[in-house]
């Protein structure tokens, strides 16, 4: 059942191809049975540039995005393209605030190219949508799964991410309707 005026806000970069635009909006809107508005947008992120690291951080961002962030939006989904960290970490796919409705992810270590193979688009989709129904389902207040099928399973390398599915396992399904009602 889908509430119309329950919808999930999402800003990706101007950049951003058409078929990710469509599969990832489809896939978010069967997931959290919400409508997905999506908006294109430059979002300067000086701001949250830690020039040592040559990373952005994503803790900044997600203040950021908490200012951003209209009224009729039930979420906030950013996608971006830079490499984010938080400070104990090297590096995250992306970051979510449970309490403000906002999440980020960076598709950057996402493409086979970073890691210095061919360029692989139907596994650089896959990872996408899975990176962010994991952010926004922490968003809605669901917790890390110790099922490693189950897209809330925390993923340290891409190897957890490639392992597991886009969808949640019945128990995370379960308590997403009760969280999402
Ligand atoms: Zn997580
Ligand atoms: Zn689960």
Redesign the pocket.
Known sequence: MQREKEKICMFVLEESVPILERQLSSHLESAFHRKIELTKMEINLDFAYHPKRGQYNSSDILARLRMMKNKECERLLTVVDVDLYVPELNFVF?E?DSQNGVAVISTRRLGEEFYGLPGNPQIFLDRVIKEAV??L??TYGLP?CPDPRCV?H??NSLKDTDFKGSSFCDACQKKLELLSR
């Open positions: 992306g979510a994991h952010e389902g922490h890390h809330m925390f993923s």
